[in-house]
């Protein structure tokens, strides 16, 4: 601070900042006092804040931080939030309780408020294993395409959303248990390999025509009460059509091999608990809608 | 507190090394009090006649009528949010037309540009906001306190009954005109005669209560107390305006050629070997700015030209020509102090042109633009998850919403045909429909409708592309939308 360090600009004779840009100095002119006091008016104000509201992180032996005089809370706000978003919608929602699945999916109002609801929940509740617009996964059914296991039409969905598949509390749930023909000694190794060429033959994959000749008693035997005679599946119990292009647990020998060894009873649950009427009718119709309802 | 040893190793507190330490007053300075003086002239009456027109066209607006029909607003200029439009005359506006938005902005910067490098900062001379309802404070205050002499006077003089009605009435005034300002924006945003009389009974939205009371604000305190601040501290646009100046453009100028050297003058002492500035200091006082022309291009100056009309009738009083201070180029200034003759003022140049044509383009695209919107829209969103699924039968389907706007009064029926893939068949979720062909979609009026659109095709087929063509019957206006047909092999 003393006046040999004192960089004095020649032409304003202002003092500047001794920074200099590519030669370029900027003057030291004082602040415009208003700023001053806004910068203490901030301070004042920030000591209200305080005051108010939560502000303090919790203390050693405080336990809890500051609540403020306002006592506000952002958790309360969103339960707060949440509640009165529900209740809104359940306003709105009450009309697909009267409307049966095909009024709501004819009616252009309630579609797209069913569509719009229905996606919003499915995202929440079933894309986790259905995955975004029911794309599938492996074990997990696509919902987009036309192929069903159990039933693809809106009241079939309907049940499955409600009663889940496999799922042990429910009465009404969709029960079949494939049984585990290599774990449980029913086949020897040999014959889940040939009946594994038999399945890919149905869908004309197969290239050991041997194989799928020493499958073909033992398919009619084992596996035709459930797939079908000509591996067609059966709806009623949950069987898979074998002979399309459409592999829930994948397609190479390897995987075939591996379902008919171990069995395949994957779970779907019961949401006839969990969700309320209105919701699980606008997901049946938002899958209904995804591509392949019947 | 301290060891008495500790005191006495240090030398004297009171002056520490290096001289004074630096005084409050140093680090922040007083604002000082403007006191800008009623100018006379061809500039003056300018401003005049621009502050009525601007404050008429921003007061008078909202009240205009412009009738479009039954159950649409008959307000010309209307930022509708209830309903989501924006209605400027013949123009109405829907959210998915915000590019027009967008496109005026660029004109209105534009504008700027092109006006700042013709005339230099008439913007912030005569049409800112910010100056005509300064002027408009600062003629209130003339009529309660007097002209400058009589301001600083009253201000320095002691709380006498008179001092204290004449600053009443003026703040009085100036809340009065701030109220009217911020009442006026909120008829910007609602029917206006609804929103004005719903005011009073304590019918209009809460939001209505807020803008008015923030506007009535920041009027009374930027016009009234903060003024030239604004400009100095608070806008960006004076340090914008050093990039779009050039010598070339048009500013409030002191022609030190002919000014210099100043000083006052006696009566009988000769013009000869001085200049014309007669160091009267009329151009401070009439500045709002409360800077001093004859410094040169300064940051602070918003180009009012009332130091022109000051220094102008000096100069006839004096028996010199007009013009010490006017609008003259930089390079004019220099030529004329070199003694060479100034380049004639070129309107026309690289940067105006530019602009210009930049400002046609935009504004013909616009306007062509708003000439051929249709009523309908439709917009084609294809599912990204799964981008395709394989059907029992081997044919490839994808998923498509479309989004179909009706801009009309009316319900309407658009007509969608679906094209593309080979083997293509299409169906909507809830109509009824064979898979080919036309197929009727209602729309509501004013209505916004999404349909889900299932298209499938052959799995062999080559296929890039499927087109939605949505077509109103009746009018004929088409929508064509494009969308990407997914399968396996890509």
């Not at chain 2, 003056?44 to 009738?67: D, E, F, H, Q, S």
Request: some cysteine; glycine content about 10%.
């Amino acid at each position: 601070m003393t006046d040999e360090t004192k960089d004095i600009d020649q032409y304003s004779g202002v003092e500047t900042t001794g920074h200099s840009w590519d030669g370029i100095k900027e003057l030291n002119n004082p602040l415009p006092r208003w700023w001053l006091y806004v910068w203490y008016m901030s301070i004042a104000w920030a000591i209200v804040y305080m005051i108010l509201m939560p502000a303090i992180p919790a203390l050693p032996g405080l336990g809890t931080n500051t609540k403020g005089l306002r006592g506000h809370s952002d958790r309360a706000e969103v339960a707060k939030a949440v509640t009165e978003l529900k209740t809104a919608r359940d306003a709105q929602s009450v009309v697909l309780l009267d409307a049966g699945l095909e009024t709501i999916e004819t009616d252009r109002t309630l579609q797209q408020f069913a569509l719009a609801m229905g996606e919003s929940a499915f995202g929440d509740n079933c894309a986790t294993c259905h995955g975004a617009g029911g794309r599938g996964a492996i074990g997990y059914p696509a919902l987009a395409d036309d192929v069903w296991l159990w039933d693809g039409s809106l009241d079939g969905i309907e049940y499955t959303i409600r009663h889940g598949i496999r799922h042990d509390t429910d009465d009404g749930t969709r029960f079949s248990a494939m049984p585990a023909f290599g774990r449980d000694g029913l086949l020897k190794r040999s014959e889940v390999d040939d009946l594994a060429q038999y399945v890919l033959s149905l869908s004309g994959r197969s290239e050991d025509s041997d194989a799928v000749a020493r499958a073909a008693p033992i398919f009619q035997q084992q596996c035709s009460t459930c797939h079908g005679e000509n591996g067609t599946g059966d709806r009623t119990q949950g069987a898979p059509n074998l002979t399309d292009a459409e592999w829930l647990y994948g397609g190479r020998v390897a995987d075939i091999e591996a379902t008919i060894y171990n069995a395949r009873n994957s779970h779907m649950p019961a949401w006839d608990d969990r969700l309320d009427d209105a919701t699980i009718k606008a997901i049946a119709v938002y899958v209904h809608s995804l591509g392949g309802g019947e | 507190m301290g060891s008495t040893t500790l005191i006495e190793q240090t030398t004297d507190l009171s002056t520490p090394p290096g001289g004074e330490p630096p005084r409050h007053e140093d680090l922040y300075a007083k604002r000082k009090q403007i006191y800008p003086k009623l100018a006379h002239g061809k500039f003056r009456m300018v401003k005049w006649i621009v502050m009525a027109v601007t404050l008429g066209v921003y007061y008078g607006l909202p009240w205009v009528r412009w009738n479009r029909g039954e159950g649409i607003p008959d307000q010309a200029v209307l930022a509708d949010f209830a309903s989501e439009k924006f209605y400027f005359f013949f123009i109405e506006l829907w959210p998915q037309d915000i590019h027009y938005m967008a496109g005026g902005l660029i004109l209105a910067a534009l504008l700027l540009f092109l006006v700042t490098s013709l005339l230099g900062r008439v913007w912030c001379g005569y049409t800112c906001p910010q100056t005509v309802w300064t002027d408009l404070y600062i003629w209130v205050e003339r009529a309660f306190e007097g002209d400058r002499a009589a301001r600083m006077r009253l201000d320095n003089a002691p709380w006498t009954a008179n001092k204290l009605a004449r600053k009443f009435g003026k703040h009085i005034v100036w809340l009065i005109i701030a109220f009217w300002t911020g009442g006026a924006f909120i008829l910007y945003w609602h029917d206006a005669p609804t929103v004005a009389s719903g005011w009073f009974t304590g019918d209009a939205p809460l939001t209505a209560y807020w803008f008015a009371g923030i506007l009535t604000l920041t009027t009374y305190f930027l016009a009234g107390t903060m003024r030239e601040q604004v400009c100095t501290y608070m806008c960006p646009w004076p340090r914008i305006q050093g990039a779009l100046t050039d010598e070339q453009a048009l500013n409030v100028t002191y022609r030190y050629d002919r000014g210099e050297p100043r000083g006052p003058k006696r009566k009988s002492e000769s013009w000869d070997n001085r200049g014309d500035c007669i160091d009267c200091n009329q151009c401070v006082q009439v500045c709002p700015m409360g800077i001093d022309i004859r410094d040169g291009e300064q940051l602070e100056c918003i180009h009012c030209a009332l130091c022109i009309d000051a220094c102008d009738e000096i100069m006839v009083k004096v028996g010199r020509p007009k013009g010490l201070i006017a609008y003259d180029t930089q390079i004019a200034v220099a030529a004329r102090n070199e003694g060479q003759t100034p380049p004639k003022h070129r309107l026309i140049r690289a940067r105006t042109v530019v602009y210009a044509v930049v400002m046609l383009a935009i504004g013909g695209l616009m306007a062509w633009g708003l000439a051929t919107k249709s009523t309908i829209e439709a917009n084609v969103l294809k599912d990204r998850s799964p981008p395709f699924v394989t059907l029992s039968d081997g044919r490839i389907q994808n998923g498509y919403t479309l989004k179909l706007v009706n801009k009309a009064s009316e319900p309407r029926t658009m007509l969608l045909s679906v094209s593309g893939p080979e083997g293509v068949s299409y169906k909507v979720i809830g109509m009824e429909h064979d898979g080919e062909g036309v197929l009727e979609l209602p729309v509501e009026a004013f209505g916004v409708d999404r349909y889900r659109i299932l298209v499938s095709a052959d799995a062999g087929a080559p296929r890039r592309q499927v087109i939605f063509t949505v077509r109103d019957g009746v009018t004929g206006e088409t929508d064509v939308n494009m969308s990407s047909f997914r399968g396996a092999e890509q």
